[in-house]
Structure formats: structure tokens, C-alpha cells
Nanobody
């Protein structure tokens, strides 16, 4: 069982930066792929980024590639999402997710989810 708690959201102006954190419980954190998704009002939850449990391989949605960076610290059981050059269209609730095997973009394949943290980007 894995429990996830996100933090770091807030209000930022366009062009600014934020760093989200996701703290995970459980001793097997290092064996889970960790991902970030986001959901804007009235829209489907969409994939943002994922980092594998093997070699830290990462993959990003085209909409955030080059602006966002996902990383993990297995010693701290924490995954991060560094967000730079933020745009108003990045406004959403950001969710952390974990999967013991899957490292793709399909949200249905992730077993564990956090409660989400709000990110609002003003123009």
C-alpha cells in the first residue's frame, strides 16, 4: 500500500516557477514508477510526466516538455515536479500517482493517487 501527499501548489504569475512535491509512504517507494497528472475545470485528467523506478527514465507530455522536470529522491520517498515558464493554461489541480510496473500515460493504470494540489497561473 502506498499513500501519497502532494504539496507546493499556489498562485503564480505567467512566466514564473513552482516546485511540487509528493511524499510517499511505504518502504517500496523505490520500486514504483511515479507520475504527475493534472485536471483543469471541466476537463479530463491528463498526463504530465512520469519517472521510472529503473534508472530514473523520464517521459513528458508535449505540452510541458522543456518547461517541466520530474525527479525523485528515493531516500526521502519523494517525487518532485519543477515547473518553469508557467502559462495560464497550466492552471489545474496536480495529482501525484504511483504504479508498481506501469510507466505510461494512461491514468487508469496507476494504482495510487494523492489528493491533489492546486496550481493557478495568472496572466
Amino acid at each position: 500500500q502506498v499513500q501519497l501527499v502532494e504539496s507546493g501548489g499556489g498562485l503564480v504569475q505567467a512566466g514564473g516557477s513552482l516546485r511540487l512535491s509528493c511524499a510517499a509512504s511505504g518502504r517500496t517507494f523505490s520500486s514504483y514508477a511515479m507520475a504527475w497528472f493534472r485536471q483543469a475545470p471541466g476537463k479530463e485528467r491528463e498526463f504530465v510526466a512520469v519517472i521510472s523506478w529503473i534508472n530514473g527514465v523520464t517521459y513528458y507530455a508535449d505540452s510541458v516538455k522543456g518547461r517541466f522536470t520530474i525527479s525523485r529522491d528515493n531516500a526521502k520517498n519523494t517525487v518532485y515536479l519543477e515547473m518553469n515558464s508557467l502559462k495560464p493554461e497550466d492552471t489545474a489541480v496536480y495529482y501525484c500517482a504511483a504504479s508498481p510496473r506501469y510507466t505510461g500515460t494512461n491514468k487508469a493504470m496507476y494504482n495510487y493517487w494523492g489528493q491533489g494540489t492546486q496550481v493557478t497561473v495568472s496572466s
